[in-house]
Structure formats: structure tokens, C-alpha cells
């Protein structure tokens, strides 16, 4: 185990006295090698408490999409198994016909990649999709209702691409997204510590999220009070209530119509989550999914964050610019494949963090950031949604945070 850094620790701890979370785990390293590690606060306090180690496996949550979506698009894509310029019909047949959101175009991997579709940041799916096999079709009649609009194409962050991307790897390959990523990242990698839907046993090495779905439930509500005030007043409304925190770009949405009366009646959980994904989405698709459903470790997100950097054991060193490099040119947020650049005004790196880093969060109370010239990497994992989630402004402490690691 590498030692602490005291700075780090310390700003950490004074941040877990004032609430911002229970506890945290961090890793800071440069070229493959960690330099400093440490685990501080609590893993669970409700309903009983439960020290952070340094072995403690987070819901990591929209790393997901960069750790493992974007990683197996670029590993997928040099085998000629997709590619990633291609239309998302190509691998999902509830597209066939669709031509693009908001312009003539084509929805392209690429496009899902970088956040380009024009799809809306978050929908609840459980409450439209009768069934999980039924959410591709779902989000094709959402990109139906968005491409209606006539406003013109934004990048939106949205967790409809990497579900899509999540299912269109999955038929181009006849495998389940975690089998893929099991045999194409973990076991390369030798992690031990990393997977979706961990088994019971581990349940108390994991660090608990909220108390029920209450942030999640407020938003889906949000979304069927304003969808029947569509219905009832013939207007249209182009804001949403927004699931992630951790967003910076336009939260604009398409008109909402009504929710699937086909659709199960959703049982909304009560209880400390723990153990299982916190992501609704995600647990509703069995806790397997394109943009949330991951578990891990910091030292096990350093290792497969570090495979987008010179050096990868995954990926061709042709293909690694197309993680670092500005791909949204002329958007507000300058996006890579999976990643977003600190370039990017107002985003969590901070203010003091060269433009060229790049980096992703999580709606638990998670993030990695890293510099590739350097190769320097900062992995901060909380759960900061546990056990209800507060209006503490996480990203300032990511800022701080990132400041303090990199000059570590």
C-alpha cells in the first residue's frame, strides 16, 4: 500500500466533519504507479457503520460510461466489430428509418459517444418500458419526439447514449455487456475488485448509497406532473428536471408526452441501498447497463483509467486520441470519446488544471481526472448520496480536491 498524502487526507476530512459525505477513498498516481492512497470517514452509517478501507468497493456510477462503454467501443471498433461512424440502426433494429434528432443526420455511435444525439439528459424508463428488452424502443420513440423539435442540435449529457451503446454492443456481439467487459478490461487487467451486480458476500466490503430512490423519484415525478400538464394544456416545455448533479452543459429536453400505460407499476425501493446499483435505469436493466452499474475500487479505476493513456495494454496507441482529443468543436463542452476536457468552462477539474486534462464524475460522489502528457491521475470515490443526497456542491470539493492531487 502507498502512504498517504497528508494534504489530501486532511482537506478530506475536514469535508466528511462537515457532511459533504461519510467517507472517501482516494488514489493519486503518475505513469502507472500509484503514489499515495488512503480511505477515510465511513462506508455505511445507516443502518449500522462501517469504516472506509482502502479495499472498499464503491457504486461508481457514471464512470461507467468512460471505464467501460467508451473503452469497449475503441477495443470493439479497431477489431472491426463496430464502427463507431455508423449508424446506431446498423446494431439496433428499433431505429430502422430514423434519420437523426434535430437535423438530417444520422445518429452515429460517435455521436452517442460524445453526447451529440440530441437525446434528453435522463428519462425514468422503468416507468415507460414494459420490460428491459423493451427500453431500445423506448428511447427511439423519445429521439422521434426530440427530432419533432426544431431547435437546433445541442450537446446534451444524457444516459440514453450509453444505454443505447450498452445494448448495441451486446447484439453486435451476442454477449451481455458485463461478460464483455469481464474478458475484454477486468481480466487483462487482473482486477479482482471490479464488476456489475456483486455478489451478496460482498456486500459489507460495499459502500452503501441513499435511502430508497427519494432524489430519483422527486425527478420521474417531476417529469409525469409536467407531461400531464402537456397533455392538458396542448403547450410545450423544452426544460427537465435534472438527474445528474455533475452536469454542465444544456439540460434542454423535447416535449414529454404521456408515460407507457403499458408499463408495470414501478415499486420504488425503500430501504439503504447497498450492495446493488443505486442508478434506477441501471437496476431496473438488472444492474447490467451502458452508462451505470459498475463497481470498484480507486486502485482498480487507476488501472483501467490509465489504459487511455500512452502505454495501454487495451488499446493501440493510434486509437488513443481519440479519448483526449476535442471532438465537439463549436459546443459549449469540449467532449472526447467518453471523456470531457478541462477546457471545458466551469466543469469539476478546476480552475488551475492545464485545458488538455480530461476527466468524468458520478452522481455517488465519484470522479477520475487525469493528464495525459504527464500521465498523472487523481481517483476520488465517495458516496456522498449516502444515506440521503444533500445540497452540498460537490464539485467545488472535486475542484479542490483535484488541485491538491495533481500538485501532489
Same mark, same amino acid.
Given at each position: 500500500?502507498?502512504?498517504?498524502?497528508?494534504?489530501?487526507?486532511?482537506?478530506?476530512?475536514?469535508?466528511?466533519?462537515?457532511?459533504?459525505?461519510?467517507?472517501?477513498?482516494?488514489?493519486?498516481?503518475?505513469?502507472?504507479?500509484?503514489?499515495?492512497?488512503?480511505?477515510?470517514?465511513?462506508?455505511?452509517?445507516?443502518?449500522?457503520?462501517?469504516?472506509?478501507?482502502v479495499?472498499?468497493i464503491?457504486?461508481?456510477?457514471?464512470?461507467?460510461?468512460?471505464?467501460?462503454?467508451?473503452?469497449?467501443?475503441?477495443?470493439l471498433?479497431?477489431?472491426?466489430?463496430?464502427?463507431?461512424?455508423?449508424?446506431?440502426?446498423d446494431?439496433?433494429?428499433?431505429?430502422?428509418?430514423?434519420?437523426?434528432?434535430?437535423?438530417?443526420?444520422?445518429?452515429?455511435?460517435?455521436?452517442?459517444?460524445?453526447?451529440?444525439?440530441?437525446?434528453?439528459?435522463?428519462? =425514468? $424508463?422503468? !416507468?415507460?418500458?414494459e420490460?428491459?428488452?423493451?427500453? *431500445?424502443?423506448?428511447?427511439? &420513440? /423519445? #429521439?422521434?419526439?426530440? @427530432?419533432?423539435?426544431?431547435?437546433?442540435?445541442?450537446?446534451?449529457?444524457?444516459?440514453?447514449?450509453?444505454?443505447?451503446?450498452?445494448v448495441?454492443?451486446?447484439?453486435?456481439t451476442?454477449?451481455?455487456?458485463?461478460?464483455?467487459?469481464?474478458?475484454?478490461?477486468?481480466? =487483462? $487487467?487482473? !482486477?479482482?475488485?471490479?464488476?456489475?451486480?456483486?455478489? *451478496?458476500?460482498?456486500?459489507? &466490503? /460495499? #459502500?452503501?448509497?441513499? @435511502?430508497g430512490?427519494?432524489?430519483?423519484?422527486?425527478?420521474?415525478?417531476?417529469l409525469?406532473?409536467?407531461?400531464?400538464?402537456?397533455?392538458?394544456?396542448?403547450g410545450?416545455?423544452?426544460?427537465?428536471?435534472?438527474?445528474?448533479?455533475?452536469?454542465?452543459?444544456?439540460?434542454?429536453?423535447?416535449?414529454?408526452?404521456?408515460?407507457?400505460?403499458?408499463? *408495470?407499476?414501478?415499486?420504488? &425501493?425503500?430501504?439503504?441501498?447497498?450492495?446493488e446499483?443505486?442508478?434506477?435505469?441501471?437496476y431496473?436493466?438488472?444492474?447490467?447497463?451502458?452508462?451505470?452499474?459498475?463497481?470498484?475500487?480507486?486502485?482498480?479505476?487507476?488501472?483501467?483509467?490509465?489504459?487511455?493513456?500512452?502505454?495501454?495494454?487495451?488499446?493501440?496507441?493510434?486509437?488513443?486520441?481519440?479519448?483526449?482529443?476535442?471532438?465537439?468543436?463549436?459546443?459549449?463542452?469540449?467532449?472526447?470519446?467518453?471523456?470531457?476536457?478541462?477546457?471545458?468552462k466551469?466543469?469539476?477539474?478546476?480552475?488551475?488544471?492545464?485545458?488538455?486534462?480530461?476527466?468524468?464524475?458520478?452522481?455517488?460522489?465519484?470522479?477520475?481526472?487525469m493528464?495525459?502528457?504527464?500521465?498523472?491521475?487523481?481517483?476520488?470515490?465517495?458516496?456522498?448520496?449516502?444515506?440521503?443526497?444533500?445540497?452540498?456542491?460537490?464539485?467545488?470539493?472535486r475542484?479542490?480536491?483535484?488541485?491538491?492531487?495533481?500538485?501532489?
Open positions: 500500500m502507498a502512504q498517504s498524502s497528508k494534504r489530501l487526507s486532511e482537506y478530506l476530512e475536514s469535508e466528511i466533519a462537515r457532511g459533504a459525505f461519510p467517507g472517501a477513498q482516494y488514489v493519486v498516481g503518475e505513469r502507472g504507479q500509484i503514489i499515495a492512497e488512503d480511505a477515510l470517514g465511513y462506508a455505511v452509517v445507516e443502518p449500522e457503520r462501517i469504516a472506509a478501507t479495499d472498499t464503491y457504486d461508481i456510477a457514471s464512470l461507467t460510461k468512460p471505464l467501460v462503454t467508451s473503452l469497449l467501443a475503441i477495443i471498433s479497431e477489431r472491426g466489430v463496430i464502427d463507431l461512424n455508423a449508424p446506431i440502426s446494431y439496433l433494429s428499433e431505429f430502422k428509418g430514423e434519420a437523426g434528432i434535430n437535423d438530417n443526420r444520422p445518429i452515429t455511435l460517435k455521436r452517442l459517444l460524445t453526447h451529440t444525439s440530441g437525446l434528453p439528459n435522463w428519462r =425514468p $424508463l422503468y !416507468l415507460e418500458a420490460s428491459p428488452a423493451r427500453v *431500445p424502443a423506448v428511447i427511439a &420513440r /423519445i #429521439a422521434t419526439e426530440s @427530432r419533432e423539435q426544431s431547435s437546433p442540435l445541442q450537446l446534451v449529457y444524457s444516459d440514453l447514449n450509453y444505454i443505447l451503446l450498452g448495441a454492443f451486446e447484439r453486435a451476442g454477449e451481455r455487456l458485463d461478460h464483455l467487459a469481464r474478458r475484454e478490461i477486468f481480466e =487483462p $487487467l487482473d !482486477l479482482k475488485n471490479t464488476m456489475f451486480n456483486p455478489p *451478496p458476500e460482498l456486500k459489507r &466490503r /460495499i #459502500a452503501a448509497t441513499e @435511502r430512490q427519494e432524489f430519483e423519484q422527486a425527478n420521474a415525478l417531476a409525469i406532473a409536467e407531461s400531464e400538464n402537456l397533455k392538458i394544456g396542448g410545450t416545455s423544452h426544460a427537465s428536471p435534472s438527474y445528474s448533479s455533475d452536469m454542465v452543459q444544456s439540460q434542454s429536453s423535447p416535449s414529454l408526452h404521456a408515460f407507457s400505460t403499458s408499463a *408495470p407499476r414501478h415499486a420504488w &425501493r425503500e430501504d439503504i441501498i447497498w450492495g446499483v443505486h442508478d434506477g435505469n441501471a431496473f436493466m438488472g444492474g447490467v447497463s451502458g452508462h451505470a452499474g459498475l463497481f470498484s475500487t480507486a486502485r482498480e479505476v487507476f488501472r483501467i483509467a490509465d489504459q487511455v493513456l500512452q502505454g495501454s495494454q487495451l488499446v493501440k496507441a493510434v486509437s488513443l486520441d481519440l479519448f483526449t482529443e476535442n471532438l465537439t468543436p463549436g459546443f459549449d463542452t469540449a467532449r472526447s470519446i467518453g471523456w470531457i476536457l478541462a477546457s471545458t466551469g466543469c469539476s477539474a478546476g480552475p488551475s488544471l492545464p485545458p488538455t486534462v480530461i476527466g468524468h464524475n458520478g452522481f455517488t460522489g465519484t470522479s477520475v481526472w493528464d495525459p502528457g504527464r500521465r498523472r491521475m487523481c481517483v476520488l470515490l465517495t458516496n456522498r448520496v449516502h444515506p440521503k443526497v444533500s445540497a452540498v456542491d460537490i464539485k467545488c470539493v475542484q479542490r480536491f483535484n488541485t491538491l492531487a495533481m500538485e501532489e
